[in-house]
């Protein structure tokens, strides 16, 4: 099982980034799936979280400005990131719950960091 992370980049306040999430290999089912983020020397931090059930949880620092999308039967999500601010600058991953074939439990996965980095 991989998670795949695409989309980072360099922008100037006030632009939009959209970020990917892919899971590909054998999977049975998606659980939760979300973005965090980490800026050195700190924890890594929850951006943006979709249950199974497709609540989603938002860090209020991102409320109003990012969104979540896409859909677990394409083992895809999105983060669309509109206007960015300095302090969003970070190594941005995604995390899912995933169940593989012939498991009885959900385990984590975390695909690799892609940076966004926001400055004028």
């Known amino acids: 099982v991989q998670l795949q992370a695409s989309g980072g980049g360099s922008v100037q306040p006030g632009e939009s980034l959209r970020l990917s999430c892919a899971a590909s290999g054998r999977i049975s089912d998606i659980g939760r799936m979300g973005w965090y983020r980490q800026t050195p020397g700190k924890q890594r931090e929850l951006v943006a979280r979709?249950?199974?059930?497709?609540?989603?949880t938002y860090a209020d620092s991102v409320k109003g400005r990012f969104t979540m999308s896409g859909t677990n039967a394409k083992n895809t999500r999105y983060l669309q990131m509109n206007s960015l601010k300095p302090e969003d600058t970070a190594t941005y991953y995604c995390?899912?719950?995933?169940?593989?074939?012939?498991?009885?439990?959900?385990?984590?996965?975390w695909g690799q960091g892609t940076q966004v980095t926001v400055s004028s």
């Open positions: 979709i249950t199974s059930s497709g609540t989603i």
């Open positions: 995390n899912a719950d995933i169940l593989v074939p012939g498991a009885s439990y959900y385990s984590p996965y």
